[in-house]
Protein backbone atom coordinates (compact mmCIF):
# COMPACT_ATOMS: atom_id res chain seq x y z
CA UNK A 1 0.00 0.00 0.00
CA UNK A 2 0.99 3.64 -0.64
CA UNK A 3 1.24 6.59 1.64
CA UNK A 4 2.53 9.93 1.65
CA UNK A 5 3.81 11.95 4.75
CA UNK A 6 3.73 15.28 4.61
CA UNK A 7 6.10 16.55 7.85
CA UNK A 8 5.22 19.82 8.52
CA UNK A 9 1.42 20.71 8.94
CA UNK A 10 2.16 24.59 8.59
CA UNK A 11 5.23 26.31 7.01
CA UNK A 12 5.39 30.68 7.79
CA UNK A 13 8.04 32.41 5.36
CA UNK A 14 8.54 36.02 4.64
CA UNK A 15 7.46 37.07 1.33
CA UNK A 16 10.60 36.94 -1.01
CA UNK A 17 12.38 34.29 0.87
CA UNK A 18 12.76 30.92 -0.33
CA UNK A 19 10.78 27.75 0.92
CA UNK A 20 10.91 23.96 0.63
CA UNK A 21 7.82 21.75 1.32
CA UNK A 22 8.75 18.44 2.44
CA UNK A 23 6.66 14.97 1.14
CA UNK A 24 7.75 11.49 1.96
CA UNK A 25 6.30 8.25 0.34
CA UNK A 26 6.31 4.68 1.02
CA UNK A 27 5.05 2.34 -1.63
CA UNK A 28 6.43 -1.34 -2.50
CA UNK A 29 5.97 -0.64 -6.55
CA UNK A 30 7.04 2.42 -8.29
CA UNK A 31 5.30 5.40 -8.29
CA UNK A 32 4.12 8.82 -9.96
CA UNK A 33 4.12 11.61 -7.65
CA UNK A 34 2.32 15.14 -7.57
CA UNK A 35 1.62 18.39 -5.76
CA UNK A 36 -1.17 20.13 -5.86
CA UNK A 37 -2.35 23.47 -4.81
CA UNK A 38 -5.56 24.53 -2.53
CA UNK A 39 -6.65 27.81 -2.31
CA UNK A 40 -9.79 28.40 0.51
CA UNK A 41 -13.02 26.91 -0.29
CA UNK A 42 -12.12 25.68 -3.53
CA UNK A 43 -10.92 22.44 -4.95
CA UNK A 44 -7.56 21.41 -6.00
CA UNK A 45 -5.06 22.70 -8.55
CA UNK A 46 -2.07 20.53 -10.21
CA UNK A 47 1.32 22.39 -9.54
CA UNK A 48 3.52 20.18 -11.23
CA UNK A 49 4.01 16.30 -11.47
CA UNK A 50 6.80 13.69 -11.93
CA UNK A 51 5.78 10.56 -14.41
CA UNK A 52 9.17 9.56 -15.69
CA UNK A 53 12.36 11.29 -16.72
CA UNK A 54 14.18 14.13 -15.24
CA UNK A 55 14.05 14.32 -11.57
CA UNK A 56 13.68 17.72 -11.32
CA UNK A 57 10.12 18.74 -12.08
CA UNK A 58 9.34 21.92 -12.96
CA UNK A 59 5.90 23.67 -12.36
CA UNK A 60 3.71 26.51 -12.49
CA UNK A 61 3.59 29.53 -10.60
CA UNK A 62 7.63 28.99 -10.41
CA UNK A 63 7.39 25.78 -7.85
CA UNK A 64 9.76 22.59 -9.03
CA UNK A 65 10.33 19.60 -7.10
CA UNK A 66 12.86 16.79 -7.35
CA UNK A 67 12.35 13.32 -7.19
CA UNK A 68 14.49 11.65 -4.99
CA UNK A 69 14.05 7.56 -5.26
CA UNK A 70 17.08 6.64 -2.75
CA UNK A 71 15.59 8.73 -0.26
CA UNK A 72 11.53 8.33 -1.63
CA UNK A 73 11.01 11.86 -1.31
CA UNK A 74 9.44 14.72 -3.69
CA UNK A 75 9.99 18.09 -2.05
CA UNK A 76 8.46 21.27 -3.28
CA UNK A 77 10.49 24.07 -3.55
CA UNK A 78 10.13 28.04 -4.49
CA UNK A 79 13.21 30.34 -4.73
CA UNK A 80 11.11 33.45 -3.90
CA UNK A 81 7.61 33.47 -2.50
CA UNK A 82 4.86 35.76 -3.16
CA UNK A 83 2.00 36.87 -0.54
CA UNK A 84 -0.13 35.19 -3.17
CA UNK A 85 1.18 31.85 -2.63
CA UNK A 86 -0.42 31.52 0.89
CA UNK A 87 -2.41 28.55 0.20
CA UNK A 88 -2.56 24.73 1.71
CA UNK A 89 -0.05 22.14 -0.34
CA UNK A 90 -0.80 18.54 -0.93
CA UNK A 91 1.73 15.66 -2.42
CA UNK A 92 0.01 12.83 -3.71
CA UNK A 93 1.15 9.65 -5.33
CA UNK A 94 -0.54 7.16 -7.79
CA UNK A 95 0.36 3.81 -8.86
CA UNK A 96 0.87 3.74 -12.72
CA UNK A 97 -2.88 2.46 -13.45
CA UNK A 98 -4.05 5.90 -12.18
CA UNK A 99 -6.95 3.92 -10.16
CA UNK A 100 -6.08 5.64 -7.03
CA UNK A 101 -4.63 9.10 -5.88
CA UNK A 102 -3.13 8.95 -2.20
CA UNK A 103 -3.06 12.26 -0.52
CA UNK A 104 -0.99 13.34 2.41
CA UNK A 105 -2.28 15.59 5.00
CA UNK A 106 -1.60 19.17 3.55
CA UNK A 107 1.10 21.84 4.49
CA UNK A 108 0.15 25.38 4.97
CA UNK A 109 2.31 27.82 3.67
CA UNK A 110 1.66 31.31 5.29
CA UNK A 111 3.23 33.98 3.30
CA UNK A 112 4.00 37.36 6.00
CA UNK A 113 5.10 40.83 4.28
CA UNK B 1 -12.08 20.28 -22.89
CA UNK B 2 -12.67 18.34 -19.74
CA UNK B 3 -15.03 19.64 -17.05
CA UNK B 4 -16.39 18.78 -13.99
CA UNK B 5 -19.20 20.00 -12.52
CA UNK B 6 -20.28 19.98 -8.56
CA UNK B 7 -22.83 20.74 -6.89
CA UNK B 8 -24.20 22.22 -4.45
CA UNK B 9 -21.32 24.69 -3.47
CA UNK B 10 -22.58 24.90 0.00
CA UNK B 11 -25.03 23.02 2.20
CA UNK B 12 -26.33 22.70 5.90
CA UNK B 13 -28.34 19.91 6.78
CA UNK B 14 -29.65 19.03 10.31
CA UNK B 15 -28.64 15.75 12.14
CA UNK B 16 -30.66 12.45 11.13
CA UNK B 17 -31.42 14.34 7.01
CA UNK B 18 -30.37 12.37 4.08
CA UNK B 19 -27.70 13.62 1.58
CA UNK B 20 -27.35 13.37 -2.13
CA UNK B 21 -24.18 15.93 -3.72
CA UNK B 22 -23.91 15.29 -7.37
CA UNK B 23 -20.77 15.52 -9.86
CA UNK B 24 -20.66 15.98 -13.54
CA UNK B 25 -17.82 15.40 -15.86
CA UNK B 26 -17.72 16.45 -19.35
CA UNK B 27 -15.53 16.35 -22.44
CA UNK B 28 -14.68 12.56 -21.11
CA UNK B 29 -15.94 8.95 -21.51
CA UNK B 30 -15.44 6.00 -18.87
CA UNK B 31 -13.39 8.06 -16.34
CA UNK B 32 -12.82 7.27 -13.14
CA UNK B 33 -14.05 8.62 -10.53
CA UNK B 34 -13.55 10.02 -7.03
CA UNK B 35 -15.34 11.24 -3.68
CA UNK B 36 -12.98 12.52 -1.24
CA UNK B 37 -13.43 14.72 2.27
CA UNK B 38 -11.55 17.19 3.83
CA UNK B 39 -12.44 17.49 7.39
CA UNK B 40 -11.27 20.51 9.46
CA UNK B 41 -7.57 21.14 9.84
CA UNK B 42 -7.19 17.41 8.31
CA UNK B 43 -6.37 16.51 4.76
CA UNK B 44 -8.19 14.75 2.24
CA UNK B 45 -9.37 11.12 2.74
CA UNK B 46 -10.85 8.90 -0.47
CA UNK B 47 -13.99 7.87 0.32
CA UNK B 48 -14.80 5.92 -3.19
CA UNK B 49 -13.82 5.74 -6.47
CA UNK B 50 -15.08 4.00 -9.30
CA UNK B 51 -14.02 2.91 -13.14
CA UNK B 52 -17.43 2.33 -14.07
CA UNK B 53 -21.22 2.53 -14.56
CA UNK B 54 -22.26 1.18 -11.40
CA UNK B 55 -18.81 -0.20 -10.11
CA UNK B 56 -18.06 1.82 -6.89
CA UNK B 57 -15.23 0.90 -4.04
CA UNK B 58 -15.50 2.27 -0.71
CA UNK B 59 -11.98 3.24 1.11
CA UNK B 60 -13.37 3.67 4.37
CA UNK B 61 -16.62 2.23 5.98
CA UNK B 62 -19.06 5.11 6.90
CA UNK B 63 -22.42 6.57 7.26
CA UNK B 64 -22.09 7.52 3.60
CA UNK B 65 -22.29 5.28 0.03
CA UNK B 66 -21.68 6.46 -3.76
CA UNK B 67 -23.70 5.48 -6.70
CA UNK B 68 -22.94 5.89 -11.00
CA UNK B 69 -25.90 5.44 -12.50
CA UNK B 70 -24.48 7.24 -15.50
CA UNK B 71 -20.95 7.53 -17.03
CA UNK B 72 -19.74 10.66 -15.76
CA UNK B 73 -22.30 11.05 -13.49
CA UNK B 74 -21.06 10.13 -9.80
CA UNK B 75 -23.38 10.60 -6.53
CA UNK B 76 -22.45 10.94 -2.76
CA UNK B 77 -25.96 9.96 -0.12
CA UNK B 78 -26.30 9.13 2.96
CA UNK B 79 -29.74 8.37 4.38
CA UNK B 80 -29.36 10.29 8.04
CA UNK B 81 -26.48 12.08 8.29
CA UNK B 82 -24.31 12.39 11.71
CA UNK B 83 -22.60 15.43 12.89
CA UNK B 84 -18.71 13.87 12.38
CA UNK B 85 -20.31 14.10 8.48
CA UNK B 86 -19.45 17.73 8.07
CA UNK B 87 -16.51 18.80 6.14
CA UNK B 88 -15.28 19.78 2.33
CA UNK B 89 -16.31 16.97 0.05
CA UNK B 90 -14.11 16.88 -3.41
CA UNK B 91 -14.89 15.16 -6.27
CA UNK B 92 -12.20 14.53 -8.83
CA UNK B 93 -11.34 12.31 -12.02
CA UNK B 94 -8.42 10.92 -13.50
CA UNK B 95 -6.90 10.66 -16.96
CA UNK B 96 -3.47 9.47 -17.35
CA UNK B 97 -1.25 11.17 -15.16
CA UNK B 98 -3.27 13.94 -13.65
CA UNK B 99 -6.50 14.38 -11.07
CA UNK B 100 -9.23 17.06 -11.90
CA UNK B 101 -11.16 18.50 -8.83
CA UNK B 102 -14.56 20.03 -8.49
CA UNK B 103 -14.79 23.23 -6.51
CA UNK B 104 -16.21 21.09 -3.76
CA UNK B 105 -19.12 21.14 -1.42
CA UNK B 106 -18.96 22.47 1.59
CA UNK B 107 -21.19 20.86 4.35
CA UNK B 108 -22.40 21.68 7.58
CA UNK B 109 -24.34 19.35 9.34
CA UNK B 110 -26.27 20.99 12.70
Known amino acids: AQSVTQLDSQVPVFEEAPVELRCNYS??????LFWYVQYPNQGLQLLLKYLSGSTLVKGINGFEAEFNKSQTSFHLRKPSVHISDTAEYFC???????????FGSGTKLNVKP | SQTIHQWPATLVQPVGSPLSLECTVEGTSNPNLYWYRQAAGRGLQLLFYSVGIGQISSEVPQNLSASRPQDRQFILSSKKLLLSDSGFYLC?????????FGQGTRLTVV
Open chain 1, 92 to 102: AVSRYNFNKFY
Open chain 2, 92 to 100: AWTVEGEAF
Open chain 1, 27 to 32: SSVSVY
